[in-house]
């Protein structure tokens, strides 16, 4: 079984769990890509090729789950925008007290 721990320039820390022959698609990208600056014109097509980089990426969902429980601020993390995170916090947060 051939393991290794998963690093990627913008994911902030390493992973703790097993994953087999698979890289972070951001690995190879400039860190840059992944922290637009403001959230209009050119930054919104930033964001954009960001998350394209996300999408083909097989760590995706493990990427943004560790950014949720990190409560990152900032950035694209596992194909969504700070934006959007917040959002889907907000959203669990009243699924949560409507049960």
């Known amino acids: 079984m051939n393991s290794s ?5 913008y994911y902030g820390a390493d992973t703790t769990e097993i994953v087999e022959n698979l ?3 951001c690995a190879d990208e400039d860190p840059e890509l992944f922290f637009p ?8 097509l930033q964001q954009e090729e960001a998350k394209a980089v996300c ?14 429980e990190r409560g990152e601020n900032y950035g694209v993390f596992g194909g969504l925008s700070e934006r959007e995170r917040r959002s889907l916090e907000r959203r ?3 699924q949560r007290t409507s049960v």
Do not use: H
């Open 55 to 68: 999408r083909r990426c097989p760590l995706m969902e493990e990427c943004l789950q560790g950014a949720l």
């Open 92 to 94: 669990a947060a009243r």
């Open 37 to 44: 600056i403001g959230d209009t014109g050119p930054a919104l």
């Open 23 to 25: 890289r972070a698609a």
């Open 5 to 9: 721990i998963v690093s990627t320039p």
